[in-house]
C-alpha cells in the first residue's frame, strides 16, 4: 500500500473524524469489547487483556472476571454462557491471565533490534529485562454498529533507523466465535525497510479457570511455503477449549514454543529456531505465535490480517475475514462501521455494500432506488444523488441488526495546478497548486524533480518538459485532477572561439556565438565587454569567460583564453665586427634571434634581404635594418651600420708656422682611409734627423713637431718628412717622403 496515493486510506481518514460509535467500553486507557459469544480487554499498549473493571457491556455484564483481568474468553457452545450442558464441560473458554504473568503480547524486529509489548501490566523487554512498553501508543476509537464491535489502537516506533506508525484495528461481528486483528505498518522514514518482523505471542491457558490445568495441544496445521494458509491450533488437554490463531497470507509463519518474554526474537519464530518449532505437534505449557516478514518501502504502508479463533466452528469465516481484512458494513471494501457514511465521488459511480458476519443473517436495504437488489449480503449501488440507505439483518444468532449509513453523491471536488510553465534546463519553479476546503492534502505526480510531492507549491526541477498531475481530495475524501506543464528549454549552446594568443601590444577581435546577448568578464583589456565581438588588448595572458542568453532567457557559458607573446628578442650584427669597410669589400650582416622570418631593408647591397645572414657590400655607408618575425607573428627590429671607407691616404703638410698663435703650432702628417700612421721623422737640410715620433697621435697632432731643436727654435726654411703607415685592410707598409717649409 502506497502511503502517499492511497485514496481508500485518505477517504477513511477523512470520513474518521467525522463520527465515531461511542466510548462507553473504554476505561483508563483500556477498552473492552463484547459480543453474544465473545468478550474482550485490550490494554493501552495494544495487547489482548485488561485488569481494569469492565463496564457494563452492550449486552449486559462482562463474563466470569476474576482478580487478574479480563483477556479473552468465549461462549463457545453459544449457550448463553450456561454452564450445565453436561458434565466437564465449561460455561465458557478463555484465558484471563492467570496466574497474571505477561502472557499475551506483539513485537517488531528489524536489523537485529527487537521492539516488544506485552501485558501484564504494559510492558517491554530491554538487555536488563521487563520495563516499559517499547512502543508508545493509545487506544483512539471504539466502534458499536452494524452488528460488529470494533476499536482501534494508534502507535508508533520511533527509533534510530526505523520509523513505524502502527495502527491496529481489532474487531469482529457480534454472532462470531473469531476475533480479527488488521495492523497497518507505515514507513514514516526516509529510509526502506527490508526485513521486517511483526510477531503475536500468547500463552493459551484457556483451560485454567475451569479446569485446571495450563497444558495444550499445540499443532502445525498449515504453514508457508507448503500451504497456502498460517494456522496453528492449541487444544486443552483439560476441557477441551480451542485456540488458533491464522492468517491467509504468503508473508505468514506460525509456530509455537517460547513464551516470547526472553531474548528470544520474531526472526527466531520466522525460522522455527531458538525455542520456536514451525511444524509438527506438541503437548506443553507454551506459546503460540503468528509472525509476519514484510519489506516496508520510505513512505509506503503495509497491511497484515490475522484471526484469533475461539472455536472450531468458525475457522473458515475467521480464514477468509483476513482476506478481506475487515467485517462489518463495507463499501468498496473500506469500512463504514464506525463513520455511517461513505461518499460517491461522482455520479453514476458504483459502490459494491457488503454487510459481513454471520453468515445465518438475511439481510435487506432500504430504499430500493439506486440499488442492484434490496437482499443479500452485497449488492450494487449507484447513486445519482446523496441517500440514506437501512440495512436489516434477520436470523442471527444474536437478535435482529438494524442500521443506517448514507452513500453522500459529492460534487464539490477542485483542482487547479496553476498555468503552464517555461524554464531552462538546470534550473527550478515554484507551482502553485489548489485544492479547495481540504486543501492540505496535495498529491503531485510524478514526483520526479520535485521537492516535496505532497504540497501546494513545491519547487521543480524537471531536466525534461513534464506534465504534473495534481490530485486534491475535498472533505468528504474525493479527488480532483487537473495538470501543468513545465516545458524544460535546452541551454544555448554559446561559443566563445578556440584559444588565442596576441603579441605585446597588439589586438584581437574576439567573436561569441550562440546567443542573443553576451557579457564577457573580466571586462580588462576589452573595447566593450557587452557585445557578442569585443577587440581584445591586454598584457598578459587572460581567461574570458562569455555569458550568453538566448531568446528564451536561458544562460550557459563559454570561456577562451588569450596568451601574449613577448616580442622576439633581436640584435643585428655584421661579421667581421668591425663595421668599417673599404669600398668594395664585404661583410656578413647577422640575427641573434628566435626568429623565422627576416626582411632586411634598404636591400641595396646585400646579397639576399629575406634571409637572416646576408652578405652585405654596400657602396656608400648604409643603415641597415632587419624586422624579424617570430612563430607566433610577433615582429621586432633592430639596426647596424656598415660604414664604408677609402684606400689609405698620408697627407704631408707644405708647411706649418710654430709661432704660438695656437693655429698650425705643431707639424704631422694626416691620414685619411682605413690605416694608421706609425712613424714619421724630419730632417733638416744637412741631414740631421732633427725629430723622430714613433707613436704619433693624428687626432689632433698634440705629440707632433713644435718647430724645435735641443732646446731652441729651428731655423726658417726648408724640411725633409719621411712617414710610415700600415693598411688596416691587409697591413701593408706604405712610406711616404716629402718636404715642407718652417715659417715664423
Known sequence: MNLKFNTSLIVFMILSLIAFKGNSQMVGGDVFLQGCFIELGISECGVYGSSATPPDGPLGEYHGININGLGFIADHEKDGWDESTGAGEPNFCGDYFTPGSPEEGWAIEWDGDVWENHYLPCLGYGETGFGAADM????????????????VWEGELDETGINLSITQTTSFPNGALFFLTSVELCNTGDTDLTDVYYTRNVDPDQDVDNCGSYQT????????PSDDTALVTADGESCGCFLGIGAVDNRARVSYGNFFISPSTPSDAWTGTGGYSISG???CDCAVQITFKVDIPAGECTIINYAHVLDPSDLQDALEATLSGGVGLTANGVSISATGQYAVCEVGDTVILEANGDPAVTWTWSPDIYLSSTVGDSIVATPEETTTYTVTGVGGECGDITTSFTLIVDEDELSDAGPDQSICIGSSTTLSGFGGPAENIYLWSPDL??????ISNPVASPITTTAYTLTTYDTLGCPAYSAVLITVDPLPIINAGADVAICVDGEIELEATGGVSYVWTPAIGLSNPNI??????VDDETTYTVTGTDENGCINTDEITVSVNYLPEIIATANPYTIDVFLGETTQLDVVTGGIIFNWSPPNGLSDPNIQNPIAQPEDTTIYTVTVTDQYGCVNTDTVIVNVIGELKVLL????SPNGDGVNDYYYPAVSGSG????????????????????????DGSNGWDGTWNGTEAEVGSYVVIARAKKSFDEAIQTINGTFVLIR
Open 136 to 151: 508508545d501508543g493509545s487506544i483512539t476509537s471504539y466502534v458499536d454498529a452494524a452488528g460488529v464491535q470494533l476499536a
Open 217 to 224: 495441544e499445540n499443532v502445525i496445521v498449515y504453514n508457508y
Open 281 to 283: 505437534s506438541t503437548s
Open 449 to 454: 524533480g520535485l521537492s516535496d510531492p505532497n
Open 532 to 537: 557578442a565581438n569585443p577587440n581584445c588588448t
Open 653 to 656: 703638410p707644405n708647411a706649418f
Open 676 to 699: 694608421d700612421l706609425e712613424y714619421y721623422a724630419i730632417y733638416n737640410r744637412w741631414g740631421e734627423m732633427i725629430f723622430e715620433n714613433t707613436a704619433p697621435n693624428t687626432a
